[in-house]
T-cell receptor
Framework: QKEVEQNSGPLSVPEGAIASLNCTYS??????FFWYRQYSGKSPELIMF????GDKEDGRFTAQLNKASQYVSLLIRDSQPSDSATYLC????????????FGTGTRLTIIP | SQTIHQWPATLVQPVGSPLSLECTVE??????LYWYRQAAGRGLQLLFY??????ISSEVPQNLSASRPQDRQFILSSKKLLLSDSGFYLC?????????FGQGTRLTVV
């Protein structure tokens, strides 16, 4: 069974610091990787995707992928209270569809 | 720009009653459409997906069904709800690998 594992948290980070969120996946053939942010009671919002090994930066967010270790991470620099949410890691086995396998999410709290 | 509409936002239904949740997408044509469910304390689980009108694939055996009567319309149904059907139901559309979610329907079966 294909699995995506995340530490459920909560992860508490001081405002202005770097938040580091981690995810591992079991399907070695996975092709695309996503990070979603979900505020309490709301639907998930796509914030980053990555397909290739290495780093991908978008503003304060950096996604990191290591296919050999089957590991994906999300770094949030200069953390803000508005970053407090649950972060969902999602994995897709191939390109061309969006049949995602999600982790259970990591709850992040930014402390002012 | 593309938008996705999903309704109702919340729903309380008795056990054994029918269900119909509707989702429509605007601003794109021939999207892949999905129904996911998020149960309390669990990750999102893919229920159904559709790559075109009348084309439905089920990912897990369950008490639910889906239909796609029009290109940008996706419907989730049940003839008789169970307590275990409670959860947060999310419709999503996707293109080029990226999935975008509607606002969700929180269903409580009592």
């Amino acid at each position: 069974q294909k699995e995506v594992e995340q530490n459920s948290g909560p992860l508490s980070v001081p405002e202005g610091a770097i938040a580091s969120l981690n995810c591992t996946y079991s399907d070695r053939g996975s092709q695309s990787f996503f990070w979603y942010r979900q505020y309490s009671g709301k639907s998930p919002e796509l914030i980053m995707f990555i397909y290739s090994n290495g780093d991908k930066e978008d503003g304060r967010f950096t996604a990191q992928l290591n296919k050999a270790s089957q590991y994906v991470s999300l770094l949030i620099r200069d953390s803000q209270p508005s970053d407090s949410a649950t972060y969902l890691c999602a994995v897709c086995p191939n390109f061309g569809n969006e049949k995602l396998t999600f982790g259970t999410g990591t709850r992040l709290t930014i402390i002012p | 720009s593309q938008t996705i509409h999903q309704w109702p936002a919340t729903l309380v239904q008795p056990v054994g009653s029918p269900l119909s949740l509707e989702c429509t997408v605007e601003g794109t044509s021939n999207p892949n459409l999905y129904w996911y469910r998020q149960a309390a304390g669990r990750g999102l689980q893919l229920l159904f997906y559709s790559v075109g009108i009348g084309q439905i694939s089920s990912e897990v055996p369950q008490n639910l069904s889906a239909s796609r009567p029009q290109d940008r319309q996706f419907i989730l149904s049940s003839k008789k709800l169970l307590l275990s059907d409670s959860g947060f139901y999310l419709c999503a559309w996707g293109k080029r690998g990226e999935a975008f979610f509607g606002q969700g329907t929180r269903l409580t079966v009592v």
